[in-house]
């Protein structure tokens, strides 16, 4: 009898393969990949950009390239200082300019008076003027510290005012932002013919700026930065529309 299976023979039974066996589980799981900690930005970073000029020059790099970076960072550090020092080197050309403007223009309205009043008087006013332009000079410090910390006041509350406030950045986080932002923005306004576009646009980058920080909706942002300008234009219409009527009824 043939050992050669036919065709309705069962067929020998397929033996598997021993399969490889499964690396044990590890011992621990890794822990999870952390994104790199934030550095702070180009003023801040001593270490990375030791020389005072070179972080200065860094940060008008790093707003021209990327503008939204600078206010992704701002909560890497904390304090008023570095921003108030950045606000004040750049606020010291707006500051000369107006102190100029002050002591010329003034100096020259009261000789002018003097002239035709015949007071001799003129040499002693022309000598108290550099003292008041040396006193806006020496004020200047404190002038430029108030602004960043009304203004950034101002953005933060009416932030809140529009729903935008979000756990995170806090009230001091909001004056760093302003405080650099406003910097900028100032030196953008001597612009001649449209210095002041340039600070409507820099109002607008400021409040998309924050609405990133704070982590809420664009337009909130925008429309609490807007705010104080839109309250402003207000009071002036209303007040363009009262003086006549108070001019005409005290003419009566």
Known sequence: MSETAGPNDALPPIIPLDEPPSPP????????????????????????????????????????SN???????????EGLGAPWRFLLLLSIPVFLIMALLF??????????????????????????????????LLLMP???????LVGGLFNHVFLWMWGGLKP???????????????????IGGLIP???????IAGM???????ARMHKTDTWRGVCAALTPLILLCCCGLIAAMAIPAII?????
């Open 25 to 64: 589980p590890p011992a621990f799981a890794p822990p999870p990949l952390e994104a790199p900690p934030l550095r702070p930005i180009p003023f801040e970073d001593l270490e990375a950009i030791p020389g005072f000029w070179a972080r200065v020059g860094a940060m008008f790099r790093l707003v021209f």
């Open 67 to 77: 503008p939204m970076e600078l206010f992704d960072r701002v909560p890497a550090t």
């Open 103 to 136: 002591f010329f223009v003034g100096m020259g309205i009261i000789l002018a008076a003097l002239e035709q009043t015949g007071k001799g008087e003129g040499r002693t006013i022309a000598a108290v003027m550099p003292l008041i332009f040396g006193a806006i």
């Open 193 to 199: 013919y449209i210095g002041f576009l340039v600070q």
């Open 248 to 252: 005409a009824a005290a003419g009566r």
């Open 204 to 210: 607008v980058v400021i409040g998309m700026g924050l």
């Open 168 to 186: 995170g950045a806090g009230l001091g986080q909001t004056i760093r932002a302003y405080g650099y932002a406003s910097a900028f923005i100032q």
């Open 142 to 148: 404190l002038f430029t510290f108030l602004g960043m």
